[in-house]
Nanobody, 118 residues
Framework: QVQLVESGGGLVQAGGSLRLSCAAS????????MGWYRQAPGKERELVAA???????NYADSVKGRFTIFRDNAKNTVYLQMDSLKPEDTAVYYC????????????WGKGTLVTVSS
């Protein structure tokens, strides 16, 4: 059974930092592209950052220079370091695991809420 469990969300003031973690089980973590998505109230879910099995990263323009995604394959965990947080970063953040094989495999966590106060 695949599980992605996010943690680290909470309430923070604008300009502050948070680190999200996503612990994966039930998958061969090292071969998956791992991503963080977010969904703000009334908005569609959007990609925040992703990291491939080889360590290549990409970021949404809105978070470039402020957020950093990294992974620890030994711990089956992906992280999102969020600095210089803004009120518009307020959202539920979801962890995603994706393997592009013969059949695409996608898995989602249940999300963790990040609230940034002004």
């Amino acid at each position: 059974q695949v599980q992605l469990v996010e943690s680290g969300g909470g309430l923070v003031q604008a300009g502050g930092s948070l680190r999200l973690s996503c612990a994966a089980s039930g998958i061969i973590f090292s071969i998956y592209t791992m991503g963080w998505y977010r969904q703000a109230p009334g908005k569609e879910r959007e990609l925040v950052a992703a990291i491939t099995s080889g360590g290549t990263t990409n970021y949404a323009d809105s978070v470039k220079g402020r957020f950093t995604i990294f992974r620890d394959n030994a711990k089956n965990t992906v992280y999102l370091q969020m600095d210089s947080l803004k009120p518009e970063d307020t959202a539920v953040y979801y962890c995603n695991a994706h393997f592009a094989g013969t059949d695409d495999m996608y898995y989602w966590g249940k999300g963790t809420l990040v609230t940034v106060s002004s």
